[in-house]
């Protein structure tokens, strides 16, 4: 990332300095947080705490972004920290004026140099006025929110010259603009973001509405936008169409007016002109003015779980289907609870859901997982795709979906938009060449022929029940059941012809005490080797399988996951990690976090994940350790100064734990026990993953309804299945 350029000098009220923290300078540089306390401590040319915040030091972020620039450290590239530095300036502006008002205020110069397309820094503030008023001479986005500006003379030209660094930070006053929405959050503007849903979703739903094909196919489309907050639909929408493909209409309707002013200053900057749009300040669309919309989108105002009604729900979104002319699509945003989830049968609100089914209006329901409204993580929302098809083309065929136990990415919504897609192309019914993908096409019968019943897949599709991993299910429980009957004979071969575990534990003679040590004592003698572990990124880690080497992170230390969990594929380690070793046969991986472990490598060749370490046994001592008896020792020293309940770390250090210096044939003894109970363990656990493969791989052939258990004299029904 080596780039000498200086960093742009902030505009800050008053000269105050931009104070950032350890934290946000790893954010602001893209590196884990403790590498930050690595540059502080090793390099003397790293700028020095400006303030301090308790214990924490404060650095000035001018001057640490000039030192990432000027060193090239990091993984951010130049405008990106230049970016970053706009925005933190941004938010140091929060001190001398009130968020919302910066937020406006700065809106609608980025607006205004995107309608200008100048630099607005070189120009007078009372000038920029004059524009102002010129541009938006009816004062319906911009103008007002420029002239009521406190302290104009003084600080409206110095945040005219901040959107100007936003712009060449992003390159447009559109994309500057949009940084600043994005970032309205970490600007105190919290009421902007409370009800919008993540970027991801709205652009999803965006794509669902078909906008981009409509506006290509049909010159003049309208799209409207019910309930816009501060207009993240409206500019979805906008970017799912292209500029060759013309303009089309859009239409909202808010009751706020500053809310309404937002949403206009936003569509003006990407291109979209006063009279392609009429985002009215009231409750109702211009529909009188503009006729129908082809397309509607909402996402439907949040109401807390103990005074929503799903009946008063449903009752809105039938409402909204009185927008929809014939061949014209909604996509609703709304509560699970009312769109997807079971309701009381026969109740009020069952069958006016079941209603939209029987007048063929909907075509799609999606169940989304909790944290579309980031406000509102534990609510649980849904999808509709609502479409008023002519008569003589209904299928009554619905496609449901339930992304609700999924991560949402923007994989698994192109995926999902695809495939509704190929659903709204065949004619709202089922297309024989493609199968949808996380998704299944049912008759509505099914619904509304089960009154209450959820809205989600009961079934498999038909493509999934013939995908490998279902096919090949009974033959891996086949397998699974007969590596368990061999585990048994081996178990029982070994066992049989296997000593009496016996430990011959006596209590020790009072004249002979046993010699203590520590680990910090075994290193100093040179008994005892310490290897740090590597500092491993989250990305670089694979799981399943796959990779090339072992990685031992504090969850395979500690007992809670299996070794083999996490590894790591050869080209990276060998080119993200050139200095990095691996373990050697009888090695110790120890951690303190974030609870005592201690593992003894008996393979080697695995790399060791900080904060893991590795305590490495010297053959050539005098008294050489054996690493089991020291792991086992540890272990149970550890038990005993184990990090108490509001405590930050353990009551003693790995170092510092005091430990029996066994004799030589005393622990040799204590090591063939070890070696023994580790041998009887290993088969025991053989057997435990064997019964949990075959009960897993039961139970998923059960829920999915793939799998059915026969009597064992009946005949297989394999081929009837």
Same mark, same amino acid.
Request: aromatic share 4%; charged share 25%; with cysteine.
């Given at each position: ?616 046994? =010297?053959? !050539? &001592? ?5 690493? /089991?008896?020291? $792991?086992? @020792?540890?272990?149970? #020293? %550890? +038990? ?28 040799? =003894?204590? !090591? &063939? ?5 580790? /041998?009887?363990? $290993?088969? @025991?656990?053989?057997? #435990? %993953? +064997? ?31």
């Amino acid at each position: 990332m080596a780039d000498t350029r200086e960093a742009t000098a902030p505009i800050l009220p008053e000269e105050t300095s931009w104070r950032i923290s350890y934290a946000e300078i790893a954010n602001l540089a893209q590196v884990q947080r403790p590498v930050v306390t690595t540059w502080v401590r090793r390099h003397a040319d790293f700028p020095e705490p400006v303030a301090y915040e308790g214990a924490s030091p404060l650095f000035d972020g001018g001057e640490v972004a000039e030192w990432l620039l000027s060193t090239g450290r990091g993984n951010a590239d130049a405008d990106q920290i230049q970016a970053e530095l706009v925005l933190h300036t941004l938010s140091a502006w929060r001190r001398a004026i009130p968020a919302r008002t910066l937020v406006d205020t700065v809106t609608a110069l980025l607006c205004l140099r995107q309608l200008l397309d100048e630099p607005l820094s070189e120009l007078p503030w009372r000038t920029i006025l004059e524009r102002a008023s010129e541009t938006d001479f009816e004062d319906t986005y911009l103008h007002k929110e420029l002239r009521d500006l406190p302290d104009a003379e003084r600080q409206g030209p110095l945040l005219a010259v901040l959107a100007d660094h936003l712009t060449e930070a992003a390159y447009t006053p559109a994309d500057a603009l949009e940084r600043v929405m994005d970032a309205r959050r970490r600007l105190g503007c919290d009421d902007l973001a409370a009800d919008e849903p993540i970027p991801l979703v709205s652009r999803a739903m965006a794509h669902l509405s078909g906008i981009a094909r409509l506006n290509e196919r049909e010159q003049g489309a309208t799209a409207a936008v019910l309930y816009p907050r501060s207009g993240d639909l409206l500019v979805a929408l906008r970017e799912a169409v292209s500029d060759a493909e013309g303009m089309p209409f859009f239409l909202s309707a808010d009751p706020m007016p500053d809310l309404a002013r937002l949403a206009r200053r936003r569509l003006m900057a990407q291109g979209v002109q006063e009279y392609e749009m009429d985002l009215v300040d009231g409750e109702e669309l211009a529909t009188d003015d503009w006729g129908d919309p082809h397309v509607v989108v909402c996402a439907l105002p949040y109401e807390a779980a103990e005074t929503r009604s799903s009946l008063a729900v449903l009752q809105n979104l039938q409402d909204l289907t009185d927008l929809l002319a014939e061949d014209c699509t909604a996509i609703v945003l709304g509560p699970a609870d009312a769109l997807v989830r079971p309701l009381p049968a026969r109740g009020e609100a069952d069958r006016l859901r079941r209603g939209f089914l029987e007048q063929h209006l909907l075509k799609a329901a999606i169940s989304l997982p909790e944290g579309v409204l980031p406000f509102r993580p534990a609510h649980r929302t849904a999808v509709w795709v609502l479409h008023r098809t002519p008569e003589a083309q209904r299928t009554g065929q619905i496609l449901l979906a339930d992304l609700s136990s999924r991560t949402l990415t923007a994989q698994a919504l192109d995926t999902l938009a695809e495939d509704i897609d190929i659903f709204r192309d065949a004619g709202w019914r089922s297309d024989g060449r493609h199968e949808p993908r996380n998704a299944v096409i049912v008759p509505a019968t099914t619904l509304t022929g089960a009154p209450g019943t959820a809205f989600t897949p009961q079934h498999r599709s038909h493509a999934d029940r013939h995908t490998r991993t279902v096919v090949e299910r009974p033959a891996r429980i086949s397998e699974t059941e007969l590596r368990l009957q061999q585990l048994i004979d081996a178990t029982r071969s070994a066992l049989d012809h296997a000593p009496t575990i016996r430990s011959n534990a006596v209590l020790r003679p009072d004249d002979r005490p046993v010699r203590r040590t520590t680990v910090a004592r075994l290193l100093k003698d040179r008994r005892l080797r310490r290897l740090p572990g590597h500092r491993i990124a989250d990305e670089h880690l694979t799981t399943g399988g796959a990779g090339h080497y072992t990685v031992l992170t504090p969850a395979e230390i500690t007992g809670s996951a299996p070794v083999g969990s996490h590894r790591i594929d050869r080209a990276v380690l060998l080119t993200a990690y050139e200095h990095a070793y691996f373990t050697e046969p009888g090695d110790i991986v120890v951690t303190a976090t974030p609870s005592f472990g201690a593992y003894v490598d008996d393979e080697g060749l695995s790399v060791v994940a900080f904060p893991a370490r590795v305590l490495r046994v =010297r053959a !050539d &001592a005098e008294h050489p350790v054996r690493p /089991r008896v020291l $792991a086992a @020792l540890l272990r149970s #020293a %550890a +038990a005993e100064h184990r990090r108490v309940s509001g405590a930050v770390r353990s009551a003693r250090r790995i170092e510092d734990l005091l430990i029996p210096d066994l004799p030589g044939d005393e622990a040799e =003894r204590y !090591d &063939a026990l070890l070696a023994d109970i580790a /041998r009887r363990t $290993a088969l @025991l656990r053989q057997h #435990a %993953a +064997a019964l949990d493969d075959l009960t897993s791989l039961t139970a998923a052939g059960l829920v999915d309804g793939t799998l059915t258990l026969t009597d064992p004299l009946s005949p297989d029904l394999s081929s009837d299945s």
